[in-house]
């Protein structure tokens, strides 16, 4: 019998991939070498994806026999990639120029990673995810290293292809023994297989740590993490930004699907190991942050302390952490982009400025720059009134109310190491002399619009959280009937 | 009996061509063990009545993949490869205890396990027709999925290439 | 355990047949060709150069075995072997006559086309086991060439199997029992043409032969090669062009259909395989050999799209005839 085909359950991520397939059509139209069009027609359908997961808001049903769900949670994350892949799309444009590596594949591969993030946001079932992941991470592979000749984006591209692939391995194979022991790869039949007593079933129990492993390799958590600082160095740093927002939403995505709905009632079991992954994954990332000197570097393991913080959400799961993880990843998605958008725009002696005393003085020169870059710094750090604080105060408070204590303490830790590193380059920006030739700002509108809505969602979710709040919650409640 | 010992006579393989094709240094001769272990999992897949499934294997793994990396590996000319002294020779050490830990690891699992076949694979359709009813009404959205990655990566190899060209 | 001794002698027997039908295959290419340049071709051995084949194998057989000193020697030595076993394993499908075959697979056609495939593997272990430049460069256009027609091949093999519904090459045999496929209107011509065509590049003869141009490559990929593993490697490479002759007289000339008694089946499918085994060496000694880059724009450019329309028009027309389905 067929399935039911329902387009309004895929629509938002339907919308992403006419315009991926409507782009490569206007990619051939002459026009002598500019591609900013293609931003923009790119940016449309963001926007027009956006605007129907809006219009699609408060739906919950299943579509394509259980392998599609449209529900407040994929229509809220497909929200918060829809914001990450518009802000990239932005900083892409001039700095694409800039760089001589302007293509019209470059704006398709984006939005080809924005559909596959889609996928794994709203999927009902592990083949539905591994494909999502699949889409996203091919195209993410190829945009890694967009920067043809030059080292780091070889050794980038390379790693994060062999090691993603490697990954990706793991994680098909623990499918593959989930549906040896289970008998689907349905979330809903393995949450009442799960139910039934499989979940003693050894199979089980290496098929999930297999997926895990899978997961914890997109979400750059200890110890899957080793090729986050090479391809966050080596990636242009639009691209960068692209990992460190949308990729690692979608993996969260995902993986709090498969917890909270297919797992959830043996929670204590896996909280136990995610626990463990928090913990490690918070402590590596700030300390070996702490002796970055390249803020590409720096951030990456500051995003590796992130996802951290993140799976101390997961850990206290139900609507309290599940809600915190995805206000979380909203914040973090604004906060990221725009903190790589800052370095995106600097150039010293014609290159990229990342390295941490590039920003020596910069405060002087372009204060406004300075100021914006702070805030994004200081919401990493978490200070109020940012949206970091607010953030990493519901993952903590739901840690407390859930009785993992010991966990926030670890947490609260970890943000004081990290306000060192954060507020180094701060401290740079506005008490440093510069040395040698001064850093200076290309300007670039659509990278400006970019910061301006990022800076704007920083300081509303710092601001006004609990609209936003509500939502969040809301969004998770699906998945715990 | 006839189809044990078939099974322990292709398992036999399949894991010896997979040894063999870690062990070798030759990396010609690797990828051709890759081809006799794709060639015997289809094999496999043939115990278990999945016909179609087998010949898919041969045709897309051993008969194209399997001889691209060969091809590809001609090209990038094995012999002339880099291999400095392992910057990382302490790992090696902490590999064998680990390796070792995650056998027992899986040992003890596979000694708790209860293997039960709930459907004999005869009864298990995996005939062409099977897979194609499958294909397009269960599996329908996956299905489209697929061609959607196919086309990712096509788009991406065009890209890496293009500008390599220009 | 009748049935697997049942599989054995039909196994025994068919490829007997198979060696005796391919050996013999090398004579009529020879007359053919001599004909066609108007000379007369072998006649010595035996009455009208008759037993020019046997006399052929036996010279074979006889020479000095020959290991070049660098080779890898190893996959220099099973390269013949592996050459030849799929060549002979894709007539286990074949259905010679209703009934009468190794195996009538349920994806009969599948098998075929798999099988076939592997081909490509032997042949490469040959070119690289050799360490002889030539030999190396032979491979690597087989690789390219056979990956490239590998796909326009099997898209062209499935029009007859949409025709008929049915993978099982025997089906497809019966399905033609009011007209051969070749017949059937537009699809069916353009369909046999397209598979004469990828049948040429995938057996790598003339004027798809690059793997062997004789003018660059010397011998190609069996340069090295002398004695019993040359003549392996010819049985394989004969036995691969006549299988795919019997199933391109299978998928469009109707198979074993033709007047006469019921008995006569097989030698009618027999005339029929030889007929299309003369139409492709009737192309080979008619035409000049074209370009890598040529052959391989033409395998992607123009054949796969037409091919892949050509299915897409072929399951249209069986749609439309038989009404929509489930």
């Not at chain 1, 329902?6 to 002459?30: K, V, Y």
Request: proline share 4%; glycine share 10%; hydrophobic share 60%.
């Amino acid at each position: 019998m067929l399935p039911l085909i329902s387009f309004r359950a895929i629509a938002p991520g339907m919308a992403l991939a006419a315009t991926a397939c409507l782009l490569l059509l206007l990619d051939l139209l002459p026009t002598r070498g500019r591609k900013d069009h293609l931003a923009v027609v790119g940016l449309a359908g963001v926007v027009l994806s956006m605007i129907l997961s809006l219009g699609l808001w408060g739906s919950d049903e299943r579509a394509f026999n259980g392998m599609v769900r449209l529900d407040g949670f994929a229509l809220f994350f497909n929200l918060v990639i829809g914001f990450a892949t518009g802000l990239v799309l932005l900083l892409s444009i001039d700095y694409l120029r800039r760089q001589g590596m302007e293509s019209g594949e470059f704006y398709i591969l984006v939005l080809f990673s924005a559909v596959g993030m889609t996928l794994m946001a709203g999927a009902g079932d592990l083949i539905v995810i591994f494909l999502g992941l699949e889409v996203m991470s091919l195209s993410l592979y190829v945009l890694a290293g967009w920067f043809e000749g030059r080292l780091e984006a070889g050794e980038a591209s390379m790693k994060y292809f062999l090691l993603g692939a490697f990954a990706s391995g793991f994680f098909l194979y623990g499918i593959a023994l989930i549906f040896g022991a289970t008998g689907s790869t349905n979330l809903d039949r393995i949450a009442v297989a799960v139910a039934g007593g499989a979940a003693r079933d050894p199979l089980l129990i290496i098929g999930f740590g297999l997926l895990v492993a899978g997961f914890g390799f997109k979400i750059s958590s200890v110890p899957f993490h080793m090729w986050t600082a090479d391809v966050y160095q080596g990636a242009p740093t639009s691209v960068t930004a692209l990992i460190a927002t949308g990729s690692k939403a979608a993996a969260f995505a995902a993986l709090l699907r498969v917890l909270l709905s297919a797992l959830r009632t043996v929670q204590p079991d896996w909280a136990v190991l995610f626990w463990g992954l928090a913990v490690l994954s918070m402590t590596a990332g700030n300390v070996v942050a702490l002796a970055q000197q390249n803020i590409k570097r720096m951030l990456a393991y500051s995003s590796i302390a992130h996802a951290g913080y993140i799976l101390v959400g997961v850990v206290a799961g139900g609507a309290l952490g599940g809600g915190g993880v995805l206000f979380y990843l909203l914040v973090y998605t604004f906060t990221t982009a725009g903190a790589f958008g800052v370095i995106l725009l600097l150039e010293r002696d014609g290159r990229e400025a990342v390295a941490v005393s590039d920003l020596a003085g910069l405060a002087t020169r372009h204060p406004v720059l300075a100021l914006t870059f702070s805030v994004f710094l200081l919401s990493l750090v978490g200070i109020p009134p940012t949206a970091g604080f607010v953030g990493k105060f519901y993952l903590f408070g739901a840690a407390v109310r859930t009785g993992y204590v010991w966990l926030a303490v670890i947490g609260v830790v970890n943000s004081a190491i990290a306000a060192y590193y954060y507020l180094r380059l701060i401290v740079f920006m506005y008490m440093r002399e510069p040395e040698g030739s001064p850093t200076v700002l290309v300007p670039s509108l659509p990278a400006g619009l970019a910061l301006a809505v990022a800076l704007w969602g920083v300081v509303q979710l710092g601001v006004l959280p609990a609209p936003f709040l509500d939502l969040a919650q809301a969004a998770v409640i699906p998945l715990l009937r | 009996m006839g189809s044990v010992i078939a099974f322990w006579i292709l398992a036999a393989l399949v894991v010896g061509s997979a040894v063999g094709l870690v062990v070798r240094r030759n990396p010609i001769h690797g990828a051709l063990f890759l081809v006799v272990n794709l060639g015997g999992v289809a094999a496999l897949y043939l115990m278990m009545h999945a016909e179609f499934l087998a010949a898919a294997q041969v045709i897309v793994y051993a008969g194209a993949i399997a001889v691209l990396f060969v091809f590809a590996i001609m090209v990038l000319i094995p012999g002339k490869e880099e291999t400095g002294p392992d910057p990382l020779r302490a790992q090696r050490w902490l590999a064998v205890p680990l390796g070792g830990f995650l056998a027992l690891e899986i040992a003890l699992v596979l000694r708790s396990t209860v293997f039960t076949t709930s459907r004999s694979p005869a009864t298990v359709p995996g005939g062409v027709e099977a897979v194609g009813r499958l294909l397009f009404t269960d599996y329908l959205f996956p299905f489209e999925v697929t061609s959607f990655l196919l086309l990712a990566a096509l788009i991406g190899v065009m890209a890496l290439t293009k500008r390599k060209a220009s | 355990m009748t049935d697997a001794v049942d599989a054995f002698v039909a196994g025994f027997i068919v490829l007997s047949a198979v060696v005796g039908v391919v050996t013999y295959v090398t004579l009529l290419e020879r007359k053919f060709a001599a004909r066609m340049q108007s000379r007369i071709g072998p006649y010595r051995v035996g009455p009208h150069g008759l037993l020019q084949p046997i006399a052929d194998a036996l010279k074979l057989l006889m020479k000095e075995d020959i290991v070049p000193r660098l080779a890898d020697r190893v996959v220099y030595n099973l390269a013949p072997i592996v050459f030849l076993i799929p060549g002979m394993l894709i007539f286990a499908t074949i259905p010679f006559a209703p009934g009468l075959g190794v195996a009538d697979l349920n994806i009969g056609i599948l098998f075929f086309l798999a099988v076939s495939a592997m081909e490509i593997v032997g042949l490469f272990m040959a070119g690289w086991g050799s360490n002889n430049k030539y030999a190396l460069l032979s491979a690597m256009r087989a690789v390219n060439q056979i990956i490239s027609y590998d796909l326009p091949f099997i898209f062209t093999a499935l029009v007859p199997v949409l025709l008929a519904g049915s993978l099982r090459l025997s089906d497809i045999a019966t399905a033609q029992a009011g007209l051969w496929f070749v017949f059937y209107p537009v699809i069916g011509q353009l369909a046999f043409a397209a598979f004469i065509i990828t049948t040429l590049a995938a057996e790598n003869r003339v004027p798809f032969d690059i793997l062997e141009a004789e003018s660059e490559l010397v011998a190609g990929f069996r340069v090295e090669y002398s004695g019993m593993k040359f003549a392996l490697i010819q049985l394989g490479e004969y036995a691969h062009m006549v299988g795919t002759s019997f199933l391109g007289a299978l998928l469009f000339l109707g198979a074993w259909a033709g007047p006469g008694p019921a008995w006569l089946g097989p030698v009618w499918f027999l005339l029929k395989a030889m007929g299309v085994f003369l139409l492709v060496t009737w192309v080979r000694w008619s035409f000049v050999r074209i370009r890598v880059d040529q052959i391989l724009a033409i395998s992607w450019k123009l054949l796969l799209p037409l091919s892949l329309l050509l299915l897409m028009a072929t399951a249209l027309v069986v749609v439309l005839r038989s009404g929509p389905g489930v």
